[in-house]
């Protein structure tokens, strides 16, 4: 069974202006970690934002913020202020199960100028 | 601080032969993963090292992959007979820790099988 959920293959977003990706998860795991990373076309995988499922507040690192809605199982990237530099691919991914990892199939973001 | 290393960037075999990639981890990290990123799809974990030991390999297709991590450092992994669903990109990871410490990767391994 699938356990993370990317619905938008390609997404574009004008300069400047905030964007949000969605990912959705599967566990049964009551712990379980929610990350975020970056593949620009040069293929190096970014660390991005990193949320706990015990987090009581939302992961913020920069411009990226991390909608993390528990009850519906969605831990959402919003990027403020989009830069030419952030065309990549995103990929959410899960470790549950405390050592098993999971990425999604990603989404391919296009920053227009 | 030095990143994650591996060895070689690009590899070009022909089906039935073997192939091993070698990955150098970030000094002190515990824990190491081996990735494989088929063109278009997310990286799947093949097997995850914990020191010298294995974690989690139940995503290794183990009749014609291997890998080990010797001295709990370096990795190689090794694919014995290569067939044309290998091609990818074989990425390295290490992370501090296991649980929720970042992994940091390396700059892959691309392999093309003919």
């Known amino acids: 069974a699938q356990k993370i959920t990317q619905t938008q293959p390609g997404m574009f977003v004008q300069e400047k202006e905030a964007v949000t990706l969605d990912c959705t998860y599967d566990t049964s795991d009551p712990s379980y970690g929610l990350f975020w990373y970056k593949q620009p076309s040069s293929g190096e995988m970014i660390f991005l934002i990193y949320q706990g499922s015990y987090d009581q507040q939302n992961a913020t690192e920069g411009r990226y913020s991390l909608n993390f809605q528990k009850a519906r199982k969605s831990a959402n990237l919003v990027i403020s202020a989009s830069q030419l530099g952030d065309s990549a691919m995103y990929f959410c991914?899960?470790?549950?199960?405390?050592?098993?990892?999971?990425f999604g199939s990603g989404t391919k973001l296009n920053v227009k100028p | 601080e030095a990143g994650v290393a591996q060895s070689p960037r690009y590899k070009i075999i022909e089906k039935r032969q073997s192939v091993a990639f070698w990955c150098n981890p970030i000094s002190g990290h515990a824990t190491l993963y081996w990735y494989q990123q088929i063109l278009g799809q997310g990286p799947k974990l093949l097997i995850q090292f914990q020191n010298n030991g294995v974690v989690d390999d139940s995503q290794l297709p183990k009749d014609r992959f291997s890998a080990e991590r010797l001295k709990g450092v370096d990795s190689t992994l090794k694919i014995q007979p290569a067939k044309l669903e290998d091609s990818a990109v074989y990425l390295c990871?290490?992370?501090?820790?296991?649980?929720?410490?970042?992994?940091?990767f390396g700059p892959g391994t691309r392999l093309t099988v003919l």
């Open positions: 991914a899960m470790r549950y199960n405390f050592n098993k990892f999971y």
């Open positions: 990871a290490s992370s501090l820790a296991q649980v929720k410490d970042e992994q940091f």
